[in-house]
């Protein structure tokens, strides 16, 4: 009976195999003859008449992105401004090349005039003397005093908001270790 049994199973596979055989080889071979009938570009097919727009389709060159942020395109405007006008004037002094922060305030140097000056290392280890209203900085920081264990730069920044605003950065003689 399991003979019997198996037999038929085999010869029901053999029968499907040849359906699925006979099935590929037709379209196959009706494939290519589906495909010449189609129209060669998009450009040449015809829609139906409500399936096409009554308008042209939308341009967007030249118009506003009415997604994007306007403080955040004022805010990326001025910075390229400024960025380009600190591109076109040259460096006075190397101070000038590198942030305020990165400075390292190595001595402070008080005078008897009352005039005082300040020793600050660049990251590359070069030292350069600072007196009150000298520029330094990227962004045209100003010494705006020199105290006895801190040097007072005032920078002139742009906010989030696009709105320009003081930075005062305090460089001190001794860090304290945290």
Same mark, same amino acid.
């Given at each position: 009976?399991?003979?019997?049994?198996?037999?038929?199973?085999? !010869?029901?596979?053999?029968? =499907?195999?040849?359906?699925?055989? #006979?099935? =590929?080889?037709?379209?196959?071979?009706?494939?290519?003859?589906?495909?010449?009938?189609? &129209?060669? /570009?998009?450009?040449?097919?015809?829609? &139906?008449?409500?399936?096409?727009?009554?308008? &042209? &389709? %939308?341009?967007?060159?030249?118009?506003?992105?009415?997604?994007? /942020?306007?403080?955040?395109?004022? @805010? %990326?405007?001025?910075? @390229?401004?400024?960025?380009?006008?600190?591109?076109?004037?040259?460096?006075?002094?190397?101070?000038?090349?590198?942030?305020?922060?990165?400075?390292?305030?190595?001595? #402070?140097?008080?005078?008897?005039?009352?005039? /005082?000056?300040?020793?600050? +290392?660049?990251?590359?280890?070069?030292? %350069?003397? #600072?007196?009150?209203? =000298?520029?330094?900085?990227? %962004?045209?920081?100003?010494?705006? !005093?020199?105290?006895?264990? =801190?040097?007072?730069?005032? +920078?002139?920044?742009?906010?989030?908001?696009?709105?320009?605003?003081?930075?005062?950065?305090?460089?001190?003689?001794?860090?304290?270790?945290?």
């Amino acid at each position: 009976m399991s003979s019997k049994n198996s037999k038929a199973k085999r !010869s029901e596979r053999d029968a =499907m195999k040849a359906h699925i055989l #006979i099935l =590929m080889v037709f379209f196959f071979l009706c494939a290519p003859a589906s495909a010449a009938d189609a &129209p060669a /570009s998009a450009d040449e097919q015809e829609f &139906p008449a409500w399936i096409t727009s009554q308008y &042209p &389709p %939308y341009d967007a060159k030249g118009k506003i992105d009415p997604f994007v /942020s306007f403080i955040k395109v004022r @805010e %990326y405007e001025l910075m @390229e401004a400024a960025r380009k006008a600190k591109v076109e004037k040259k460096a006075a002094t190397p101070l000038e090349t590198v942030d305020v922060r990165s400075l390292k305030l190595i001595g #402070i140097i008080n005078k008897m005039e009352g005039s /005082s000056l300040a020793m600050v +290392e660049l990251p590359d280890g070069k030292g %350069y003397l #600072i007196r009150p209203g =000298m520029t330094i900085g990227l %962004y045209d920081g100003v010494v705006t !005093s020199i105290g006895n264990e =801190m040097l007072v730069v005032e +920078e002139d920044v742009i906010d989030v908001f696009g709105e320009a605003k003081k930075r005062i950065i305090n460089l001190r003689l001794r860090q304290e270790k945290e």
